[in-house]
């Protein structure tokens, strides 16, 4: 069974810092791109960060300079660096990836079932 397994969320204080984890497993081929998506109450779901295979990289406007994408390929592992949050940073945080697994080999996206970011004083 193919999965995406998010961990470190939780509460921080306005300015603080948090590093998100997401490891895929099962019987993966290739990871062709994995990133970051966050919901917040009564919002849309939106872009937060994407990391190619090949390295490339783009930002949501509202994080670009506080967030860093980041992989170690041959885990299959995806981190997310948030630094200097905001209230509005607060969300749950999605981890997704397009992938071709045994069983769907030319690639489908998977998705987490997501972490909790809480910044409130």
């Known amino acids: 069974q193919v999965q995406l397994v998010e961990s470190g969320g939780g509460l921080v204080e306005p300015g603080g810092s948090l590093r998100l984890s997401c490891a895929a497993s099962?019987?993966?081929?290739?990871?062709?791109?994995m990133a970051w998506y966050r919901q917040a109450p009564g919002k849309q779901r939106e872009l937060v960060a994407k990391?190619?295979?090949?390295?490339?990289?783009n930002y949501a406007d509202s994080v670009k300079g506080r967030f860093t994408i980041s992989r170690e390929n041959t885990k299959n592992t995806v981190f997310l660096q948030m630094n200097s949050l905001k209230p509005e940073d607060t969300a749950v945080y999605y981890c997704n990836a397009d992938m071709a697994t045994v069983p769907a080999p030319y690639g489908i996206d998977y998705w987490g079932k997501g972490t909790l970011v809480t910044v409130s004083s």
């Open positions: 990391i190619t295979r090949g390295g490339s990289i």
């Open positions: 099962g019987s993966i081929l290739r990871v062709n791109y």
